[in-house]
């Protein structure tokens, strides 16, 4: 017991120092000319080391924002502004989606082409099994990009038993649990799980979550690039890496979104009833359809 307690504040105050470290030498991590730069990357994204920098720079803010309640607020408008953001570019994959849906019925059933070409100069030509196997990109974006940007705007469906009934403090309080006890955790998972599942995907040797960075240097001396190019039919579509890329980027705004929804739900509770929503920047279908916003 008392050796996990001073591991775990040892691990607080050596993240100062990682975190200043790493920013002062960025090429031991970042020049991909070197082979042990990737490997370090590996290492240190699904690191415990990376992890306490996260996690000490939460407490920090957390710390700054319990003294300066404005300061937390900042906090909440950038973070839900950044899944706002993200969100409403990424949505238009949706359109694109569909509109790639009727070009490849109409080039398929009218015009009886087997593949698609766009592009001037030098164009993008591939099977129409390509182009169609490619929508499953699109929705992956959907899903991915914009699931945090669907929570801010109230559109995710819940089931409000318990909820719906208790006092507005209660919410509150409910909704900071939630958002430490299974927001935070659910995405550490994620990422821990994506982030291996990611680069076993992109170089060789394949690196472990159990390896050490000492043996992923070692490693180091054998990788190669060896990006995910194979696909689920023989002219089908073949960067299925991207899927990787967005699971890991899908834990990352999570993680961060918990930590939002935390201290907005703490700010309204602090505050009480007149700050529900404060600073909520919720998408509008404009004046006088107010009754029919967020009845989906």
Not at 3 to 19: H, R
Request: charged share 15%.
């Amino acid at each position: 017991m008392l050796d996990g307690i001073v591991w775990f504040f040892t691990n607080i105050g050596l993240a100062f120092y990682n975190f200043f470290y790493a920013i002062s030498h960025p090429g031991l991590w970042l020049d991909w000319s070197d082979k042990e730069a990737i490997m370090r990357f590996v290492y240190y994204g699904g690191s415990v080391e990376f992890f306490f920098v996260v996690f000490t720079a939460v407490l920090v803010l957390t710390a700054v924002g319990l003294w300066r309640n404005g300061f937390m607020w900042g906090c909440v408008r950038v973070l839900e502004g950044f899944a706002n953001t993200v969100g409403r570019f990424f949505a238009w994959a949706g359109l694109i989606m569909v509109l790639q849906q009727v070009i490849i019925v109409f080039i398929q059933r009218i015009f009886a082409r087997p593949d698609i070409s766009i592009g001037l100069g030098i164009p993008l030509e591939m099977d129409i099994s390509w182009w169609a196997e490619e929508l499953k990109l699109y929705n992956a974006m959907v899903v991915a990009l914009c699931c945090t940007y669907t929570f801010v705007q109230g559109g995710h469906v819940r089931v409000d038993l318990i909820y719906s009934a208790v006092s507005y403090r209660t919410k509150r309080v409910i909704d900071m649990l939630g958002s430490v006890f299974f927001m935070l955790p659910m995405a550490i998972l994620i990422w821990m799980y994506g982030w291996y599942f990611l680069w076993r995907h992109l170089i060789t040797p394949k690196p472990s979550a159990s390896d050490t960075v000492d043996r992923l240097l070692m490693k180091a001396r054998a990788v190669r690039w060896n990006v995910e190019t194979i696909g689920f039919s023989p002219n089908g579509f073949n960067g299925y890496f991207l899927f990787k890329i967005l699971l890991v980027a899908f834990a990352g705004m999570v993680f961060i979104h918990a930590v939002a929804f935390f201290y907005r739900s703490f700010l309204e509770w602090k505050e009480g009833p007149e700050s529900e929503n404060k600073h909520l920047d919720k998408d509008s279908l404009g004046e006088g359809e107010e009754a029919f916003e967020g009845t989906h």
